[in-house]
């Protein structure tokens, strides 16, 4: 038997029974009329039952992670590629389908790599995207141009000249980044954007100011949505990443904490008292402990794990 | 009135559009395997639609394969970002929150199945529904979270459980 909707006036009063009586506060007499609505009519009843089992399941799933992966962010753009698309297919004759009318459009899921992920793929244009730890994007090529929409984390991005010479655009809340052809490293702070050039010219556009900035390979920018920085030279081992490498030289332990902290999961807390060492080197980033431990063989430091998430990096006591 | 049974007209469909919809779906996805995959689904749904359900007579059979393939594209696309959503999650966890690897498969089926529902719901309605439901959040601080009065707070949460009654008692997924 197929089942049938569950009319809308119907599903409103049921919902507004059940949402009365979760109240701890409910009267008897709220009650025992819920009751009587209920059974007045099987689909009363019907309608009840599918609110107490989505309710059940909603707690079948610990809190701490059905909200943020239920209350996850829906990207803006998909949701108007969808409506566009839609309609174009609801309506209108035959011709709407021929590949030549329809936007197009080929858009791909949210892309994110979990905390310590990295992740290397190529875009249907044939350039190169590689992704780093903790980073949240969506690629939205057209015909006109291709879109990188980075909301979170760190890239390096290859981007190819395309024979359709489209731009390539990495859109974030601060401004765009525009090439035709670059090897560029673009990472995303909350208040602003860092852009470094490894190969090729790329255009910062600021999201709030008419001013452009031009960077060439081997220098480096940050952009805010007022504007950009100065252009400095591009730091040492900033792409080091993509090779699965953390790269430094003479990084005040604090900071290094801080970049190593990308990579794993949970807490790494730093003594403020040895925060102002340096560390210089180049360690593998598959295995962060590893990295922890070298640092108590090369500097005064204690590593202590009070769990597997939680590691204290203290002054050593000798 | 047609005189061929459903499943010689389901056959007859495959046969005239399998390719092209298999086309139609990797210039959307970008990849054969996905377009493959859900070009078969597409037809295996059209197989399992009851009578009433079928359309009697196609004008544009193409068009009404298009709408089942983009339902099917757009749940895919859902389907694929609560999962990395939900691994990015575990990756951020206590170590004692950590659920086990048999109890984490159950967690994601149900977060499928509620996920499909509270999808179909505007953004403001399923954070006012989440937050009050999950969180325990007063009827007050949704409204100072979400900028609006707590009346609506309240129609919101009403407009929720009523939504999710329609669509769990809705066919799903129909195009």
């Known amino acids: 038997m197929s089942a049938s909707p569950i009319p809308r006036e119907i599903a409103l009063q049921a919902a507004e029974w059940f949402v009365h009586l979760q109240d701890p506060q409910a009267s008897a007499e709220a009650k025992a009329k819920c009751m009587a609505w209920r059974a007045s009519h099987p689909q009363h009843e019907r309608a009840w ?6 309710q059940q399941q909603l707690h079948h799933v610990p809190a701490e992670i059905a909200l943020p992966a ?11 590629l969808v409506k566009v698309l839609s309609i174009l297919l609801m309506s209108g004759t035959g011709g709407l389908l021929a590949q030549q009318n329809l936007p197009w459009q080929s858009w791909k899921a949210e892309q994110r790599t979990a905390t310590g992920e990295q992740r290397r793929q190529r875009l249907s244009d044939g350039s190169l995207l590689h992704m780093n730890t903790g980073t949240a994007l969506d690629i939205a090529f057209s015909r006109q141009q291709r879109v990188l929409h980075l909301h979170q984390g760190e890239i390096m991005l290859e981007a190819h000249d395309d024979p359709l010479q489209r731009p390539f655009l990495v859109q974030t809340t601060a401004g765009r980044v525009l090439t035709l052809g670059a090897q560029v490293l673009v990472r995303r702070f909350d208040q602003q954007t860092r852009v ?12 709030a100011s008419p001013e452009s900035l031009r960077l060439s390979a081997g220098q480096q920018a940050s952009m805010q949505a007022q504007g950009a920085s100065s ?10 990443w993509v ?3 953390l790269q430094v030289e003479r990084q005040a332990l604090a900071d290094f904490i801080a970049e190593l902290g990308r990579y794993r999961s949970g807490i790494l807390r730093c003594d403020p008292a040895i925060a102002q060492l340096e560390i210089s080197g180049t360690f593998q980033l598959d295995d962060t402990d590893r990295i922890l431990q070298a640092l108590a063989h090369t500097l005064p430091v204690h590593v202590s794990y009070r769990t597997r998430y939680w590691v204290n990096i203290d002054a050593r006591h000798s | 009135m047609s005189t061929t049974s459903p499943h010689q007209e389901v056959q007859a469909l495959y046969c005239a559009h399998h390719g092209w919809l298999q086309g139609w779906l990797r ?5 054969r395997h996905d377009a493959a995959d859900l070009a078969q689904d597409t037809f295996v749904r059209l197989l399992r639609l009851d009578q009433e359900q079928r359309p009697q007579e196609l004008t544009r059979p193409r068009a009404y394969l298009a709408a089942i393939a983009n339902r099917l594209m757009l749940n895919l696309y859902r389907r694929r970002s609560l999962e990395s959503a939900y691994l990015e999650i575990l990756a951020q966890l206590p170590e004692t929150q950590v659920p086990s690897p048999e109890y984490g498969l159950q967690i994601l089926e149900v977060l499928h199945e509620l996920d499909a529902i509270l999808a179909r719901l505007e953004p403001k309605v ?9 969180m325990g959040s007063s009827q007050q601080d949704i409204a100072r979270h979400l900028d609006v009065s707590v009346r609506t707070v309240q129609r919101y949460i009403t407009t929720a459980y009523a939504e999710c009654i329609v669509l769990a008692s809705s066919t799903p997924e129909m195009p």
């Open chain 1, 49 to 54: 039952q599918f609110a107490l089992h989505f």
């Open chain 1, 243 to 245: 090779h699965g490498e």
């Open chain 1, 231 to 240: 252009v400095t030279s591009l730091a040492y081992g900033a792409g080091a």
């Open chain 1, 196 to 207: 470094g050039v490894q190969q090729g010219t790329v255009v910062l556009g600021p999201d």
């Open chain 2, 27 to 31: 210039r959307r996805l970008g990849n």
């Open chain 2, 126 to 134: 399923r954070q006012a529904f989440l937050m009050a439901q999950l």
């Open chain 1, 70 to 80: 239920l209350d996850r962010p829906r990207s803006p753009d998909r949701r108007r």
